[in-house]
């Protein structure tokens, strides 16, 4: 069984930076392509960001391009998103999440997902 654990998130200021964590288990976890996602208060899941199985290739969406940065430790099992240049909208619960297939946009589109970690951006 599949598990995916979140950490990291917490309270930041506008400007300020954040990084997630996302432990993997029971699984290969170098074999399979990750993301992460997040979903706001009343509002649906959003994808952030995929990275290849090797963490050669990434991706994301551009309301975070050039301010997130997805990276994976195989040897650690180990999923992260270094979040600079925080703002009030990336306020949100964010899930590590293994894909189904690239820029998923529901929940469908994932396979296996963690209990998320609040990101909170406020002054």
């Known amino acids: 069984q599949v598990q995916l654990v979140e950490s990291g998130g917490g309270l930041a200021q506008p400007g300020g930076s954040l990084r997630l964590s996302c432990a993997a288990s029971g699984g290969t976890f170098s074999r399979y392509d990750m993301s992460w996602v997040r979903q706001a208060p009343g509002k649906g899941l959003e994808w952030v960001s995929d990275?290849?199985?090797?963490?050669?290739?990434?991706d994301y969406a551009d309301s975070v391009k050039g301010r997130f940065t997805i990276s994976r430790d195989n040897a650690k099992n180990t999923l992260y998103l270094q979040m600079n240049s925080l703002n009030p909208e990336d306020t949100a619960l964010y899930y590590c999440?293994?894909?189904?297939?690239?820029?998923?946009?529901?929940?469908?589109?994932?396979?296996?997902w963690g209990q998320g970690t609040q990101v909170t951006v406020s002054s």
């Open positions: 990275i290849s199985n090797g963490g050669d290739r990434t």
């Open positions: 999440a293994r894909p189904k297939r690239s820029r998923g946009s529901n929940w469908l589109d994932y396979r296996y």
